[in-house]
């Protein structure tokens, strides 16, 4: 069974640091896109980043030059390091992967239970 599993969340004062993880075990037989994606209070989920097989990214426009997005394809493994942290920052981010498990068809998308990142001003 695969699983997506985040760490590395937590509070911290603004204009700090946090790099989260995410990593992916289980049969897998190949990892196409992987992304970070958060939800706020009260707010619906929405992308942050995303990174393909060949490393190219892509980043919503809040945080762009704060937070950067990379990958260790031999660990399975997505990383997400976020700098100058703003209070609106605040969510619970997830994890999500394109991911093709071994027996099936094709890739499916994968999703964490989420890891939650709190600002303080």
């Known amino acids: 069974q695969v699983q997506l599993v985040e760490s590395g969340g937590g509070l911290v004062q603004a204009g700090g640091s946090l790099r989260l993880s995410c990593a992916a075990s289980?049969?897998?037989?190949?990892?196409?896109?992987m992304g970070w994606y958060r939800q706020a209070p009260g707010k619906q989920r929405e992308l942050v980043a995303t990174?393909?097989?060949?490393?190219?990214?892509n980043y919503t426009d809040s945080v762009k030059g704060r937070f950067t997005i990379s990958r260790d394809n031999a660990k399975n493994t997505v990383y997400l390091q976020m700098s100058s942290l703003k209070p609106e920052d605040t969510a619970v981010y997830y994890c999500?992967?394109?991911?093709?498990?071994?027996?099936?068809?094709?890739?499916?998308?994968?999703w964490g239970k989420g890891t939650l990142v709190t600002v303080s001003s």
């Open positions: 999500n992967a394109a991911l093709w498990a071994v027996g099936y068809r094709g890739p499916m998308s994968y």
């Open positions: 289980g049969s897998i037989f190949n990892i196409n896109d």
């Open positions: 990174i393909t097989s060949g490393s190219s990214t």
